[in-house]
């Protein structure tokens, strides 16, 4: 089975959409005039996405199904992948692609995490699992860069942008999933400053394979004798292969017990994994002992953007290759004259199958601009200094809940939409919808399921420094209604969302109340959907925003320009019409003083 | 790959709960005082349902896994399936369960359709694909046995009863879809009265296999010279195999082209069908010519039914898959106490995992309870006459697409919900919940998308008659409400639930308006929300209703009822805190006059 026996369409993703983000929404380019991003330019930001655009299309779309059909085996005590990962590694080396946000100062580029995301969501639409082993490399060094002691730099950086080697995030075990208080791995420390590592870890994306030479996994375990919960836990470096003095490897006892059989996301291989089965492993501490959780969360606000944008790309494929085909396939009529001897219509002149195209697109892209968002605010907390770099700091704190969950969620609903317009033949495998909706289920899962996402924004970010984060939002979402008033394309929608976004207010007040009088449970119980609603309200103000700039350039652009302008006020309205209305519904659930969860008594369900 | 290596949970759907729909709301054991049910009473209702459960449990479950894991293969010209169908087709018709609804004239039972579809959902709920040779025999012999002359009746029914031979329905070609009136299989009449078909069919359910010796199609084509469009279908019966005078079988030139690769339902084969490529397929009118169509709706009807239950089926096999893991898994703790020293707790305990049991539970024993009084419809129908007999009829033509749609929608949802609960073991294949994720997604799409129920419902069911069937339909809502007021426990919900009959009503009103100002394209554009927002209505009517009988018997009942009738309560009161405010949205978008969708330029979007 290869691509050409299934149904896959020609085209992934909308270059013109992530440039309409980049460079008339957030003004990237600009970036560069910061000191830190000095040295990049529109041209070479062009020149960047152009050549991942062309590996995208001949390196990583050409081999999606096959990576479906040909699963990661354990064999002989290794996991084995599809061949290409191994050209992927090695060309994303090659190109500087694995250290493109690395400092000079460790050989990398620089480049603004908002350019690197778009080249990130391009990659995944044309293949998620083809880009996992260069995504976790670039996380995992990340974090050595910036919390390893600089003789770990030297051991291990230049291998890993190289391609040489990879990098893991080793954080889940059998009894701690969404619980890392829970971590049970231990480590002990020798004479010689290392540790001796003994411990399981499970679900370790690209946790073993053929690819590389080594495996650099970033691994929390307890320091023998410390603290309970989460300060208790520390990060190691621990590389399935031990570096001797000659720079040869040698075993370090780090056992592949199993690769996972999932779903979909099956070019990706997810391991089980033993440490110190044999008292042999070792592994050597990042920065400070029982600070590792701390550190690990760079790593997983970092991954966590990644999570909300490949869900968003893998909806973007599926989106377009169910656009080809409503727009060949024949079938019905329009509704108003049904005469049998007419000829068929492409589908796509049938209202439901323009609303589910508005569905996926809508979503897509603004899901897309989220990301984009969330990653220039990293950008310019980078670069900014004391209150303006924690205002960006709240931004991104605040959003990163919302910006891997809502995209993640939104994204099963956007791949069924895909198989659905797709009719009987959406279910079968020689059309590629299906093996969209199976991959992208993942995402709702990994990096923290939804509820803990809804517990991260509703039980800590909405309240940080004093609600100072939600301040901070509501003025940039009010800056945008503002413009958004003065034009009649938008101003009811402007009014709709001022209207929504005051009644969020009130249910945030009246939660705090619940808090003081009922207590955390009945204030949390459903953080879950207080996520769905703050997600539907912040994807209103990002399509708002892009509208408003859709109607300066439709007033002043070439006629080119004010088609694409046009499908942005679209889609704006698609958005205020059939998504912000199902804030409603969950405002009411949301202000309820029925505590239907809280009160059950779980014996009673069967 | 068995079984035995996946977590499947030992309960896959809930006895009481179809004993309480059965006997305590709708008394279906008192369709045996109608003459034509008579011989039926509540002991040889439990006996027909205890073994189905026996067969169900022994049978069906335990080969879940096996037949998603090896799926059906065309070799040699036959599809060749699961050896285990060969046996549910034997005891199928060794129990008279094949002939159940059928006339005690043809050899039938004459059973209750409400008995014989909560056996149904039994079945499912063990094995979807294991239950659907011996449905579509039962539907294509009642097919047959409603409009085929009776010396067709001696020719099949025996046979197909006996499950020796199964049926099938032959409807969709490869250009004729959700529009069957775009049927361009041909029909030429020969001189001995029967027909000479050609034509392709695809996605002809169970269309070929190797479990029994004949397959008979009940086959949608054009006699030559037929009118175009609806008019001109005429229903054939065409088997695989010609039935000679003296009982012997020859081939009847239907070739196998082919059987599709799914991404779920494995167990079940999908075929494309080629008929008389050697000009050597013969077929027999059922009924007059150019009458099919109207003769296959019985069919339909029944199908989609059973299409909704199923996939309440499936989700209620996964909603008891993620209970027993929700009562198993260790993983946090209350978050009013997060000390780390405190033992974990099993995950059930957290109010967004009772929220993700509750919705599931819900969901499924209303579905459950929405097809059970359907087909509790459908059996006063039977035995009623006049206007009693019409109300009947219009009660279930009005809540057939709700009935088929609403639970296939969900259990997408539903299904995708027990995979939540799984965490990240949900999206491997040592869980079941995944499986039951892929099976599902097909009930959208087959026995007609759910836009077309939606234009059905909008388009035809809500107007007919000058909208009688609404008229009925709220006479029995407001039965209920009328009783749910005097109760404590129900008396918010009741009010709740009329306030949104009112606004359905207004909704109505102004839809009939736009149809008139804007044209029919208008007013239907968003026929699948209508559809929707109707559902969630008519599911809060079901949880009332069954409310009211909880309040009754919890006031009255011994202890042990009391809990379930609690139990009961608590669904209600669930569904009334998080589904029912999702009429308010689509309310919102059903009221506006902004058509995206109707006036969307096609070639804008890309």
Redesign the interface.
Known sequence: MNNNSVFLGDKFY?REHVNFVLFDVLHAEKLAEHEYFSGHDKDTIDLYLNSIDQFAKEYLFPHLVEMDRKQPELIDGRIRVHPVHKDIMRISGENGWISILASKEVGGMQMPSTIATAGSFILAAANYSGVVFAGLTMGAAHLIESFADKKYHDIYLQKMFAGEWQGTMAL?EP?A???L??VVSTAEKQEDGSYKISGQK??ISCGDSDVVDNVVHLLLARVKGAP???KGISMFIVPRERISDDGSLTDNDVISAGV??????KGAPIAHLIFGENDNCLGWLVGEENKGLSYMFQMMNEARISVGLHAASISSAAYYAS?KYA?ER???????E????KP?VPI????????M??FQ?TFVEGSVCLELQCSYYADMERVSEGEEKERYNLLLELLTPVAKSYPAEMS?LST?TA??IF??Y?????FIA?QY??ET??H???EG???MH??DLLGRKVMMKNGKAVMYLMQEVMKDITSAKQNENTKVHASSLEKKLMQLQELSMHLMGVAQKE???AY?????LYLELFGILVLGWLWLKMANIANNKSANDDSANK?FM??KL?CC??FF??EL??????L??LK?T?R???N?D?T???
């Open positions: 909308n889940t009894g999933g969404s619980s208080s829970d499970i679900f309970a919960g989460i996972y059989h999932k779903m979909g996301y656009l727009n024949l079938q019905g009529r329009n509704i108003a049904k005469a049998p001897e068929q796509i002149n049938h209202a439901d199958v323009k609303r195209l508005l697109k099963n069924s198989i659905q009719g009987g959406g279910f079968t495998k020689d299906e909706y199976r289920r993942i709702t899962i990994h399921t939804t509820a809804g517990l207590g955390v449970e949390l119980s459903d953080a879950t088609e046009k499908t679209l309205n698609y019409e059939y209305p199902k804030a409603e519904g969950l009411t659930r309820s029925n239907v969860t809280v059950m779980s009673l369900i069967d």
